[in-house]
């Protein structure tokens, strides 16, 4: 990439999205590939780790992850480097299996407010290409769009999310082409012991109880494991552990928002909830669960507008159990992503966590006991009463007794094999951070951010 280097140095963001399709590539990878050319350039500096931003993961057009991609670089070339920007994104991306990708370009330092609030609502709800293309034109942001170019949306979000709070890291690996569509060979032992000894500074690298390897995807895109921890230095050395006989091309770590619940922080008050909509939603159970087949869990409960909404807990999660133990009356916290009831056409809440705030007493009527004898009464008939067949002693009506519950106040969470990129685990509560974004202060990188073998 010649440059003439007479520019001004200046911060541009850089954000891009929908790159990929089912049948191959990723936008992390074509990432890598920006990323290594970048690195290669002198006059270009990395203010942040590139950022993998994870959005509303109720998206239907998704194609995996819902994941979009922000560089943040200081240069004094950016003209060159949007010529390198557009060429490769035309010739990476997977235009003739669907993908519509989006290149969003901001100058400056401070991202500006209404920016960072368009990011905010693609977190948790469906936002129009139009909106995008609007708030682009009235905030100078350059779009460029390929396809259907739907790609902007997560193009102009991933730019507006400064990941300023709670965040993880990724240090993602890439396969070489020659082993693309073949399965991935990883050492399970390696894996199940870098989950252990990293304990609490990774997440979802192995999941126990399913005995199953995390850390790889299935199908024939190039990322070959990616390990998800708290800092740069944790996933860099944890991936060298469990580097596979298979030669890679490399490595990239990403600041992401994976693993901490961020479209789950909004309360969906009742105008709120509609289809594909993500967040909480504090209500009351009003129809007890009934198991259905399958496994899955379903209920209903209302919000304090006193509206009703069908609610299911599918069985992969592993909620179903203490789901199936709720009973009218207990007040809950839902995590929810909202999808349509399609025999129905109305919303159903689908359930990522559960949290029981105050259980209601479960009161029921039985037949009195004899005061004498201490045997349970027999009922005499409709409106007649009840008598005891020992010492003939009678009772006009039922008793009411509380029956003990078979359940604990709580947050309860899905089995880590049915976590989506966003579901915070466990143990990261109480290990939130901050990454706070000062202007003119460039945070120095980790040495090995960027690897190519
Ligand atoms: P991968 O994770 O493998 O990179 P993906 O799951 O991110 O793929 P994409 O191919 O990027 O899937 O498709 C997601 C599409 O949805 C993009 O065009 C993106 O701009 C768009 N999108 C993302 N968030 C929203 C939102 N909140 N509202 C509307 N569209 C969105």
New binding site residues.
Partial sequence: MPHKGTEDSKVIHIGF?????IAGR???NLAFKIVSKLKNETGITFIDYPLLVR??PN?P????????VCLRIKTNHSAQIIEFLLKILRSESDLLNG??P?LAIFEGELIPFPLRQFSR???N????IEEAEKLAAQLSVQIFKYGQG??????M?SIGSLLEGDHTYEAIAYRKDEFLGSPRKLDKSKVSKVDINTYPLTFNCFDKIHDRVLIAPHGP?PVFCGIRGEDPQTVISSLHKVMPMEKLEGYMVFRTNQGTNMHLQNELSQSEISTHRAGYIRCVVTKRPVIIRGGHVMFEVSDCSNKKYPVAVYEPTGLGNIASKLLEGDNIDIGVGVSMNTPHSTNILNVEYLSILKIAKEIVNINPLCDKCGKRMKSEGKNKGFQCKICGDKRDSKISVTNPRDIQLGMFFPYSKAHRHLTKPLHRFGMEKNYPHVPNIIKALHSEWFKRF
């Fill in positions: 999205d929908d790159t990929d399709s990723c936008t992390t959005l509303n998206i057009w998704k194609t995996r992850g819902n994941g979009a993908a519509n989006g609502r693609a977190m709800d469906v936002v129009k739907l790609g902007v949306i997560g193009a979000a895109d």
